[in-house]
Antibody
Framework: EVQLVESGGGLVQPGGSLRLSCAAS????????MSWVRQAPGKGLEWVSA????????YYADSVKGRFTISRDNSKNTLYLQMNSLRAEDTAVYYC?????????????WGQGTMVTVSS | EIVMTQSPATLSVSPGERATLSCRAS??????LAWYQQKPGQAPRLLIY???TRATGIPARFSGSGSGTEFTLTISSLQSEDFAVYYC???????????FGQGTKVEIK
């Protein structure tokens, strides 16, 4: 079964840091680009970041550029999101998602999400 | 950035009726358009990709159409499990960002 399981969310103070993880199983992880998508409470979906299968290419939304870093460890089938200088507006459920094929494809598999709350 | 606009924001439909949801892109996205369904407390689920191709396991009552800037998701006969929020997303933009519509909530009339 193809599965994505996020972890690492929690409560953090403004200006703090957090690292999210997404464990993948059921598919050849290194063959697929991966992404993070977030959803603020009661709001819609916002794409955050993406990374190629090899990890050599990364992309970020302007709202997180310079503060968040996406990475992956293909030997561990795990995707990461390092979040620094967190702000209240980063409060959201963070989902990892798998591209169906190439970059020009939809997100065909999603994890269950992990909640990040930025508050003092 | 390509802006995706969905209408209506809320759609009230009786079970068994047809639901038609719209999504408009601020510039052409060709057929690089997906629809997702999200139920409360759950992750989004891919319904349609390539504007009109159903994802694996999606019932035939869901259909997508359109290209360029105008897209439609139709649910031919609403079942109780179909009441949810639906999002469209374009993945044509290069380089990113890939963008989502604000969602349409389909509720029981």
């Amino acid at each position: 079964e193809v599965q994505l399981v996020e972890s690492g969310g929690g409560l953090v103070q403004p200006g703090g840091s957090l690292r999210l993880s997404c464990a993948a199983s059921g598919f050849t992880f290194s063959s697929y680009a991966m992404s993070w998508v977030r959803q603020a409470p009661g709001k819609g979906l916002e794409w955050v970041s993406a990374i190629s299968g090899s990890g050599g290419s990364t992309y970020y939304a302007d709202s997180v550029k310079g503060r968040f870093t996406i990475s992956r460890d293909n030997s561990k089938n795990t995707l990461y999101l390092q979040m620094n200088s967190l702000r209240a507006e980063d409060t959201a459920v963070y989902y990892c998602a798998k591209f169906g094929g190439s970059w020009t494809d939809a997100f065909d598999i999603w994890g269950q999400g992990t909640m990040v709350t930025v508050s003092s | 950035e390509i802006v995706m606009t969905q209408s209506p924001a809320t759609l009230s439909v009786s079970p068994g009726e047809r639901a038609t949801l719209s999504c408009r892109a601020s510039q052409s996205v060709s057929s690089n358009l997906a629809w997702y369904q999200q139920k409360p407390g759950q992750a989004p689920r891919l319904l349609i990709y390539g504007a009109s191709t159903r994802a694996t396991g999606i019932p035939a009552r869901f259909s997508g159409s359109g290209s360029g800037t105008e897209f439609t998701l139709t649910i031919s006969s609403l079942q109780s499990e179909d009441f949810a929020v639906y999002y469209c997303q374009q993945y044509n933009n290069w380089p990113p960002p890939w963008t989502f519509g604000q969602g349409t909530k389909v509720e029981i009339k």
